[in-house]
């Protein structure tokens, strides 16, 4: 098991931008890969992108490519996610996942452990 936790969350004005980390402790080397999630109020939770945790490679959603980066600091065990040109519609909490028992190739699926979350609220 790995346990997740979330950090960088807060409150920003549009057009700002937030640098969330998700720090991973336990059985890190089994990870297989990392994703971020998010959920708005009164929304279903809603992937945003994650990183195959050896070979680095990521994926994005459609919805926030171009304003969303993920990266991953694997001596440290942790995931990043760079969001850059916030909107209110970002409002959310934002989750950390990882896959550790059985590979999905789809970067939706998958995810065997969860973060607490951390709240990101955009301002207009």
């Known amino acids: 098991q790995v346990q997740l936790v979330e950090s960088g969350g807060g409150l920003v004005q549009a057009g700002g931008s937030l640098r969330l980390s998700c720090a991973a402790s336990g059985r890190t080397s089994n990870i297989l890969k990392m994703g971020w999630f998010r959920q708005a109020p009164g929304k279903e939770r809603e992937f945003a992108g994650s990183?195959?945790?050896?070979?680095?490679?990521?994926t994005i959603a459609d919805s926030v490519k171009g304003r969303f980066t993920i990266s991953r600091d694997k001596p440290k065990n942790t995931m990043y996610l760079q969001m850059n040109s916030l909107q209110p519609e970002d409002t959310g909490v934002y989750y950390c996942?990882?896959?550790?028992?059985?590979?999905?190739?789809?970067?939706?699926?998958?995810?065997?452990?969860w973060g607490q979350g951390t709240q990101v609220t955009v301002s207009s």
């Open positions: 996942a990882a896959e550790t028992k059985v590979w999905y190739s789809d970067p939706r699926i998958g995810y065997d452990d």
């Open positions: 990183i195959i945790w050896n070979p680095g490679r990521t």
